[in-house]
Protein backbone atom coordinates (compact mmCIF):
# COMPACT_ATOMS: atom_id res chain seq x y z
CA UNK A 1 0.00 0.00 0.00
CA UNK A 2 1.24 2.92 -0.73
CA UNK A 3 1.50 5.92 1.99
CA UNK A 4 2.31 9.72 2.15
CA UNK A 5 4.52 9.34 4.50
CA UNK A 6 4.39 9.83 8.82
CA UNK A 7 3.00 13.46 9.19
CA UNK A 8 2.92 14.78 13.00
CA UNK A 9 2.67 18.35 11.69
CA UNK A 10 1.54 20.21 8.80
CA UNK A 11 2.34 23.81 8.68
CA UNK A 12 0.22 25.83 5.98
CA UNK A 13 1.65 28.66 4.55
CA UNK A 14 -0.20 31.30 2.18
CA UNK A 15 1.30 30.91 -1.45
CA UNK A 16 0.93 34.51 -1.71
CA UNK A 17 3.85 34.84 1.11
CA UNK A 18 6.66 33.06 -0.91
CA UNK A 19 9.10 34.38 1.67
CA UNK A 20 7.61 32.12 4.39
CA UNK A 21 7.54 29.15 2.43
CA UNK A 22 11.53 29.23 2.80
CA UNK A 23 11.06 29.94 6.42
CA UNK A 24 8.70 27.36 7.53
CA UNK A 25 10.82 24.34 5.83
CA UNK A 26 12.98 25.65 8.67
CA UNK A 27 9.93 25.29 11.13
CA UNK A 28 10.20 21.34 12.19
CA UNK A 29 7.39 20.56 10.72
CA UNK A 30 7.03 17.14 8.26
CA UNK A 31 5.50 18.58 6.14
CA UNK A 32 5.25 22.51 4.93
CA UNK A 33 1.29 23.10 2.69
CA UNK A 34 1.27 25.84 0.43
CA UNK A 35 -2.51 27.20 0.60
CA UNK A 36 -4.26 28.11 -2.57
CA UNK A 37 -7.59 27.84 -1.09
CA UNK A 38 -8.50 29.23 2.10
CA UNK A 39 -5.33 32.00 2.41
CA UNK A 40 -5.72 33.35 -1.03
CA UNK A 41 -8.10 36.00 -2.00
CA UNK A 42 -9.79 35.45 -5.37
CA UNK A 43 -8.09 38.22 -7.34
CA UNK A 44 -4.97 36.55 -6.31
CA UNK A 45 -5.41 33.08 -7.52
CA UNK A 46 -3.36 33.43 -10.53
CA UNK A 47 -0.69 34.78 -8.89
CA UNK A 48 -0.56 32.29 -6.02
CA UNK A 49 -0.51 29.32 -8.35
CA UNK A 50 2.34 30.92 -10.15
CA UNK A 51 4.02 31.17 -6.71
CA UNK A 52 3.44 27.53 -5.94
CA UNK A 53 4.67 26.02 -8.69
CA UNK A 54 7.79 28.21 -8.50
CA UNK A 55 8.34 27.00 -4.37
CA UNK A 56 7.56 23.55 -5.55
CA UNK A 57 10.04 23.22 -8.40
CA UNK A 58 12.29 25.14 -6.35
CA UNK A 59 12.38 23.16 -3.15
CA UNK A 60 12.01 19.92 -5.27
CA UNK A 61 12.90 16.46 -2.87
CA UNK A 62 11.56 18.92 -0.03
CA UNK A 63 8.72 18.20 2.46
CA UNK A 64 6.16 20.48 0.50
CA UNK A 65 2.49 19.69 -0.10
CA UNK A 66 0.60 22.17 -2.20
CA UNK A 67 -3.53 22.90 -1.17
CA UNK A 68 -5.64 23.23 -4.32
CA UNK A 69 -8.68 24.39 -4.28
CA UNK A 70 -11.99 22.24 -4.08
CA UNK A 71 -13.21 20.59 -6.88
CA UNK A 72 -16.32 22.71 -7.33
CA UNK A 73 -15.01 25.71 -6.75
CA UNK A 74 -14.39 26.44 -10.61
CA UNK A 75 -10.32 26.78 -9.87
CA UNK A 76 -9.30 23.30 -9.05
CA UNK A 77 -8.50 22.23 -12.77
CA UNK A 78 -6.34 25.49 -13.02
CA UNK A 79 -4.38 24.88 -9.73
CA UNK A 80 -4.03 21.31 -11.11
CA UNK A 81 -2.60 22.91 -14.43
CA UNK A 82 0.11 24.98 -12.71
CA UNK A 83 1.65 21.72 -11.23
CA UNK A 84 2.40 20.50 -14.52
CA UNK A 85 6.34 19.82 -14.93
CA UNK A 86 6.55 21.05 -11.25
CA UNK A 87 4.27 17.62 -9.65
CA UNK A 88 4.54 17.97 -6.00
CA UNK A 89 4.80 14.28 -3.97
CA UNK A 90 1.19 15.06 -3.03
CA UNK A 91 -1.55 17.45 -2.59
CA UNK A 92 -4.62 18.42 0.20
CA UNK A 93 -7.79 18.52 -1.79
CA UNK A 94 -10.28 20.47 0.42
CA UNK A 95 -13.94 19.92 0.80
CA UNK A 96 -14.08 16.32 -0.03
CA UNK A 97 -17.41 14.70 0.08
CA UNK A 98 -17.69 11.63 -1.47
CA UNK A 99 -16.56 8.77 -3.16
CA UNK A 100 -17.08 10.48 -6.50
CA UNK A 101 -14.66 13.02 -5.24
CA UNK A 102 -12.27 10.76 -4.81
CA UNK A 103 -12.41 9.46 -8.38
CA UNK A 104 -12.58 12.76 -10.01
CA UNK A 105 -9.32 13.94 -8.62
CA UNK A 106 -8.17 10.75 -9.29
CA UNK A 107 -8.81 11.47 -13.16
CA UNK A 108 -7.29 14.76 -12.97
CA UNK A 109 -4.05 14.15 -11.28
CA UNK A 110 -4.03 11.25 -14.02
CA UNK A 111 -3.38 14.24 -16.33
CA UNK A 112 -1.35 16.18 -14.78
CA UNK A 113 1.20 13.01 -14.39
CA UNK A 114 1.27 12.09 -17.58
CA UNK A 115 1.90 15.66 -18.73
CA UNK A 116 4.20 15.79 -16.29
CA UNK A 117 6.25 12.77 -17.49
CA UNK A 118 5.86 11.02 -14.24
CA UNK A 119 4.70 7.44 -13.14
CA UNK A 120 0.80 7.41 -12.79
CA UNK A 121 -0.17 7.24 -9.09
CA UNK A 122 2.71 9.29 -7.63
CA UNK A 123 1.19 12.16 -6.35
CA UNK A 124 -0.81 11.14 -2.78
CA UNK A 125 -3.55 13.18 -1.97
CA UNK A 126 -4.74 14.37 1.55
CA UNK A 127 -8.21 14.88 1.64
CA UNK A 128 -9.81 17.16 4.12
CA UNK A 129 -12.95 15.85 5.65
CA UNK A 130 -15.39 19.32 6.87
CA UNK A 131 -18.68 18.76 6.32
CA UNK A 132 -21.70 16.69 8.02
CA UNK A 133 -21.69 15.02 4.52
CA UNK A 134 -18.03 14.20 4.46
CA UNK A 135 -18.06 12.82 8.07
CA UNK A 136 -21.03 10.91 7.38
CA UNK A 137 -19.62 9.13 4.18
CA UNK A 138 -16.07 8.97 5.31
CA UNK A 139 -15.83 5.10 4.92
CA UNK A 140 -17.04 4.97 1.74
CA UNK A 141 -14.83 7.91 1.01
CA UNK A 142 -11.46 6.35 2.24
CA UNK A 143 -12.41 2.71 0.75
CA UNK A 144 -12.87 3.81 -3.00
CA UNK A 145 -9.49 2.25 -5.13
CA UNK A 146 -9.26 3.44 -7.95
CA UNK A 147 -5.92 2.66 -9.81
CA UNK A 148 -3.42 3.00 -10.36
CA UNK A 149 -2.62 3.11 -6.74
CA UNK A 150 -2.38 5.84 -5.11
CA UNK A 151 -1.83 7.07 -1.66
CA UNK A 152 -4.35 8.58 0.64
CA UNK A 153 -5.03 10.20 4.08
CA UNK A 154 -7.28 11.92 5.53
CA UNK A 155 -7.62 15.43 7.37
CA UNK A 156 -10.24 16.88 9.41
CA UNK A 157 -11.44 20.56 9.08
CA UNK A 158 -13.54 21.86 12.39
CA UNK A 159 -13.86 25.32 10.85
CA UNK A 160 -15.83 24.78 7.39
CA UNK A 161 -17.22 21.62 9.55
CA UNK A 162 -18.63 24.08 12.55
CA UNK A 163 -20.03 26.43 9.83
CA UNK A 164 -21.88 23.38 8.33
CA UNK A 165 -23.30 22.20 11.73
CA UNK A 166 -23.67 26.09 12.77
CA UNK A 167 -21.80 25.55 15.93
CA UNK A 168 -18.99 27.28 17.92
CA UNK A 169 -15.79 26.12 19.21
CA UNK A 170 -15.33 25.49 22.48
CA UNK A 171 -11.39 25.36 24.04
CA UNK A 172 -12.02 21.67 25.19
CA UNK A 173 -12.95 20.43 21.89
CA UNK A 174 -16.05 18.27 22.95
CA UNK A 175 -18.49 19.61 20.07
CA UNK A 176 -15.09 17.81 17.94
CA UNK A 177 -15.68 14.63 19.45
CA UNK A 178 -18.15 12.83 17.00
CA UNK A 179 -16.82 13.53 14.12
CA UNK A 180 -13.31 13.34 14.87
CA UNK A 181 -13.86 9.64 16.16
CA UNK A 182 -15.91 8.65 13.27
CA UNK A 183 -12.89 9.78 10.64
CA UNK A 184 -10.53 7.81 12.96
CA UNK A 185 -12.16 4.94 12.36
CA UNK A 186 -13.25 5.02 9.13
CA UNK A 187 -9.32 5.21 8.23
CA UNK A 188 -8.31 2.44 9.93
CA UNK A 189 -11.44 -0.01 8.41
CA UNK A 190 -10.42 1.79 5.16
CA UNK A 191 -7.00 0.65 5.90
CA UNK A 192 -5.61 3.72 5.25
CA UNK A 193 -2.89 5.64 7.33
CA UNK A 194 -4.04 7.53 10.74
CA UNK A 195 -5.82 10.64 9.55
CA UNK A 196 -4.14 14.40 10.81
CA UNK A 197 -6.13 16.32 13.03
CA UNK A 198 -7.73 20.12 12.72
CA UNK A 199 -5.92 22.76 13.72
CA UNK A 200 -6.59 24.78 16.88
CA UNK A 201 -7.40 28.08 16.15
CA UNK A 202 -9.11 29.69 19.03
CA UNK A 203 -5.97 31.25 19.99
CA UNK A 204 -2.17 30.78 18.71
CA UNK A 205 -1.02 32.20 22.15
CA UNK A 206 -3.02 29.10 24.01
CA UNK A 207 -0.35 26.89 23.57
CA UNK A 208 -1.91 24.72 26.78
CA UNK A 209 -4.78 24.71 24.86
CA UNK A 210 -3.30 23.32 21.76
CA UNK A 211 -1.37 20.37 23.98
CA UNK A 212 -4.78 19.46 25.64
CA UNK A 213 -6.30 19.67 22.34
CA UNK A 214 -3.37 17.67 20.21
CA UNK A 215 -3.60 14.59 22.96
CA UNK A 216 -7.23 14.47 22.61
CA UNK A 217 -6.90 13.87 18.98
CA UNK A 218 -3.97 11.49 19.48
CA UNK A 219 -5.77 9.42 22.12
CA UNK A 220 -8.73 9.02 18.90
CA UNK A 221 -6.12 7.57 16.78
CA UNK A 222 -4.87 10.59 14.62
CA UNK A 223 -0.96 11.14 13.90
CA UNK A 224 -0.50 14.45 13.52
CA UNK A 225 -1.95 17.58 13.51
CA UNK A 226 -2.20 20.71 10.68
CA UNK A 227 -0.52 23.71 12.29
CA UNK A 228 -1.57 27.48 11.24
CA UNK A 229 1.21 28.86 13.32
CA UNK A 230 5.14 27.85 13.78
CA UNK A 231 4.97 28.26 17.27
CA UNK A 232 2.52 25.36 17.14
CA UNK A 233 4.89 22.88 15.24
CA UNK A 234 7.23 21.72 18.22
CA UNK A 235 4.18 21.33 20.66
CA UNK A 236 2.66 18.88 17.98
CA UNK A 237 5.44 16.96 17.17
CA UNK A 238 6.03 16.07 21.17
CA UNK A 239 2.82 15.40 21.28
CA UNK A 240 2.67 12.67 18.52
CA UNK A 241 6.14 11.38 18.43
CA UNK A 242 6.97 8.49 21.05
CA UNK A 243 9.19 9.22 24.21
CA UNK A 244 12.19 7.31 24.91
CA UNK A 245 10.76 5.91 27.87
CA UNK A 246 8.24 4.68 25.67
CA UNK A 247 10.54 3.48 23.03
CA UNK A 248 12.75 1.62 25.64
CA UNK A 249 9.35 -0.17 27.29
CA UNK A 250 8.78 -0.96 23.04
CA UNK A 251 12.11 -2.28 22.74
CA UNK A 252 11.78 -4.72 26.09
CA UNK A 253 8.23 -5.86 25.11
CA UNK A 254 9.52 -7.14 21.73
CA UNK A 255 12.39 -8.67 22.85
CA UNK A 256 10.98 -10.39 25.38
CA UNK A 257 7.80 -11.31 23.54
CA UNK A 258 10.04 -12.87 21.03
CA UNK A 259 12.05 -14.81 23.25
CA UNK A 260 8.80 -16.29 24.92
CA UNK A 261 7.71 -17.14 21.88
CA UNK A 262 10.88 -19.00 20.59
CA UNK A 263 10.28 -21.08 23.53
CA UNK A 264 6.54 -22.15 22.54
CA UNK A 265 4.57 -19.17 25.20
CA UNK A 266 2.55 -16.84 23.51
CA UNK A 267 2.18 -14.65 26.31
CA UNK A 268 4.40 -13.80 29.77
CA UNK A 269 4.36 -11.06 32.26
CA UNK A 270 6.72 -8.12 31.65
CA UNK A 271 6.74 -5.76 34.91
CA UNK A 272 3.83 -7.10 36.59
CA UNK A 273 1.53 -6.22 32.82
CA UNK A 274 0.17 -9.20 31.08
CA UNK A 275 2.45 -8.84 27.51
CA UNK A 276 0.28 -10.87 24.31
CA UNK A 277 -0.04 -9.79 20.74
CA UNK A 278 -1.74 -6.97 20.94
CA UNK A 279 -0.08 -5.26 23.29
CA UNK A 280 3.58 -6.79 21.29
CA UNK A 281 1.86 -5.03 17.78
CA UNK A 282 1.09 -1.95 19.42
CA UNK A 283 5.05 -1.77 21.02
CA UNK A 284 5.63 -2.83 17.18
CA UNK A 285 4.12 0.33 15.89
CA UNK A 286 5.88 2.58 18.25
CA UNK A 287 8.99 1.49 16.88
CA UNK A 288 8.39 1.79 13.32
CA UNK A 289 7.14 5.46 14.33
CA UNK A 290 10.20 6.04 15.85
CA UNK A 291 12.29 4.67 12.88
CA UNK A 292 10.14 6.59 10.50
CA UNK A 293 10.78 9.41 12.76
CA UNK A 294 14.63 9.45 13.07
Known amino acids: MKTIGTLRTALFVPATRPDRVDKALNAGADVVIVDLEDAVAHALKAEA ?23 GSGLNRK ?20 EEHIRE ?9 RNSSVAPGSTGVVAQIESARG ?30 LGINLSRDGIELHYPRARIAVACRAAGIEPPIDTP ?35 PCNEIFSPTADELAYARRVVAAFEKSESEGIGALQLDGKFIDYPVVERSRRILRLGDSIG
Not at 79 to 98: N, Q, R
Not at 218 to 225: C, D, E, S
Request: charged share 25%; with cysteine.
Open 105 to 113: IHRRLLEVE
Open 200 to 234: FMLDLKDLDGLRADALRAKQLGYQGKLCIHPNQVG
Open 135 to 164: VQNVFRIFSETPAPERAWLAAFGAADYSLD
Open 79 to 98: DLEALVGACPPSIMLPKVES
Open 49 to 71: REAARGKVREHAGRSLMVRVNAL
